[in-house]
């Protein structure tokens, strides 16, 4: 009688694994290729690194809302998340409440903006998933930027987003969580 095959473990960016993977697994991984992974409950999320319109969309993003920042407050692109039981997600950009933190990863409290912009591989991750677990982890504000030029800002009220702000045409002005208008058509 033959003994069973090994499994094929194909050479790839994620090494065979066989259980559920957990933060910690998914925080040892290479940083191969810019590609992303995230975690939800135990399965890996890949996307592919970002085109350049997104990058743009990021760079004007990050000029307009630096000098709006208030106090105790900290701007950072794609940074870790870590959200509670094995979550870890990755926004494009985040406004954090622990300035000048050198971590691994962020906790959901203390994120007070999560942001995303919508590219075609992303586009239910972004409008759908994230906001529900960025909601589920109580994280106050999250904003989504479609390159199309919508945005639209959520504010968490009662365990669930709902819509704070609305703009088109790559404009968009808010009050809260602080004062701001942005621009992605410069």
């Known amino acids: 009688m033959a003994a069973p095959a090994e499994p094929v473990k194909p050479d790839c960016l994620v ?12 925080l040892e991984l290479p940083e191969e290729r810019g590609s992303r992974i995230e975690l939800v409950d135990g399965a890996l999320l890949v996307s592919p690194a970002p085109k350049s319109g997104h990058q743009r969309i990021l760079q004007r993003l990050q000029i307009a809302l630096l000098p709006v920042l208030p106090s105790g407050t900290e701007l950072l692109p794609g940074i870790n998340v870590r959200l509670p039981g094995q979550r870890l997600l990755i926004p494009d950009l985040a406004v954090v409440t622990t300035p ?6 962020y906790r959901a409290r203390d994120v007070l903006l999560a942001a995303e912009i919508v590219s075609p591989s992303s586009r239910m991750l ?5 906001r529900q677990l ?9 904003l989504v930027v479609d390159p199309a030029g919508q945005a639209v800002l959520f504010e968490l009220a009662e365990g669930e987003y709902r819509e704070s702000a609305r703009g088109e045409d790559g404009r968009l002005s808010f009050t809260e969580p602080f004062e701001a208008t942005l621009d992605f058509t410069r």
Not at 16 to 26: I, R
Not at 100 to 105: E, I, M
Not at 134 to 142: I, L, M, S
């Open 100 to 105: 000048d933190l050198d971590t691994v990863y």
């Open 126 to 130: 972004d409008r759908v998933l994230k």
């Open 134 to 142: 960025y909601a589920e982890a109580g994280v106050p504000f999250y």
């Open 15 to 26: 090494p065979w694994h066989d259980d559920p993977w957990t933060v910690e697994e998914a």
